[in-house]
């Protein structure tokens, strides 16, 4: 009997999970059914060892179960490095909901999906993400206490994306003086792409700062609200990745740094909400640092949801939000000045801390 030989790309035929490109010593997946809601989610719990798994829900209307999973697993690791590089004691999870939020979502299908993440026993926390609203953590938290972001009326810390979007705002500017030798956003070409709830509020920022803002989504309806209450520009052209911005602001889904795009990319710094900007972080990474493209690493800039609904476990005030949160700012500015010391990207210069961060206490753990 001869033994095939596998393509690492056909691996995830007889190895889903483990063999699956995205996964990255994950602790545990979670796959969630209740054919009575219709819920089909999956929970990813990426590391634990600084604390519970925090991150939030997404529900998006995936192509098929491997992109959910796959998304879920760059979500969740990523969920760990956020929390390890701004010195939080919580591990990164991250949970999907397949389905469409505008038609399928239901608060029976939401207190299910609270019903699994309540029968992990506080392993993972969860908190709302792209398709939640402050809303449905509320009904998430009918049934179980490990959730957060829930409304301020009901002793929550409220949405997060606001303080993200001050996060990102922060380590835009960092980015910037490292750059372009000033943090003085005024008269700075930037290019804020989705303009959801964190897209929208940084185009606030922005625009009072007086930068010259230009603004991409899908929605028609979108660009046009916040084009008329913000004055931004709306982008018009075929590639907005060619197009000569001072600063890329990606601030919906994630990996449009990619084999398509990267070369083609004429800002001079990326700062954006997204998670997993890159979608191949060695190679991608490598080539913004070769093109001198200053790029602000997303995991760490974004950082300011995460700092917000950990205020609810954590039990500090709307004051220290803020303060943690603009701290991103000098976080982001010591590595991107140490990235530079070392010859390596600013990607790495970020998991290095992380990984340091969670190495320290993996020790502590184990005398």
């Not at 699956?20 to 969630?32: A, G, K, L, T």
């Not at 938290?141 to 959730?147: D, G, K, L, S």
């Not at 290019?191 to 028609?220: C, N, P, R």
Request: proline share 2%; with cysteine.
């Amino acid at each position: 009997m001869v033994s095939e030989v596998l393509n690492a790309n056909e691996l995830y035929k007889v190895d889903p999970v483990f063999g699956h490109h995205s996964f990255n010593n994950h602790e545990q997946i979670v796959f969630c059914n209740d054919k009575d809601t219709g819920l089909k989610a999956i929970i990813g719990i990426h590391n634990t060892v600084l604390g519970p798994a925090l991150g939030g829900t997404r529900m998006w209307n995936y192509n098929n179960e491997w992109e959910a999973l796959n998304d879920v697993l760059r979500l969740s690791r990523g969920m760990t490095y956020k929390a390890a590089v701004t010195g939080l004691n919580l591990g990164g999870g991250k949970a999907v909901i397949i389905g469409d939020a505008k038609t399928q979502k239901t608060p029976e299908l939401m207190k299910k999906f609270g019903e699994y993440v309540h029968s992990l026993s506080g392993k993972y926390i969860t908190a709302e993400d792209v398709g939640m609203e402050t809303s449905d953590m509320d009904l998430v938290r009918e049934v179980t206490h490990y959730v957060t972001g829930i409304s301020e009326s009901k002793g929550g810390a409220g949405n997060p994306s606001p303080v993200t979007a001050y996060g990102v705002y922060m380590g835009m500017k960092a980015a910037a003086k490292f750059k372009f030798g000033t943090d003085n956003l005024e008269g700075k070409s930037i290019l804020v792409q989705g303009i959801g709830h964190v897209g929208e509020t940084l185009v606030d920022y922005l625009t009072k700062e007086g930068a010259k803002v230009i603004i991409s989504d899908i929605s028609e309806e979108r660009l046009e609200a916040v084009s008329k209450s913000y004055g931004a520009t709306i982008y018009r052209g075929s590639d907005l990745y060619s197009e000569a911005v001072d600063i890329y602001a990606p601030c919906a889904l994630g990996a449009t740094i990619n084999d398509d795009t990267v070369n083609k990319i004429q800002a001079q710094v990326i700062a954006g909400a997204a998670n997993n900007q890159l979608a191949n972080e060695l190679v991608h990474g490598a080539i913004l640092q070769n093109r001198g493209i200053v790029y602000a690493p997303d995991f760490l800039i974004n950082a300011g949801g995460i700092i917000n609904v950990y205020a609810e476990i954590a039990k500090y005030d709307k004051a220290e939000i803020m303060s943690k949160t603009q701290n991103i700012y000098n976080t982001t500015l010591d590595i991107l000045n140490n990235a530079d010391a070392h010859k390596i990207t600013t990607n790495q210069a970020a998991l290095n801390v992380a990984k340091a961060n969670i190495d320290a206490r993996k020790k502590e753990n184990n005398k």
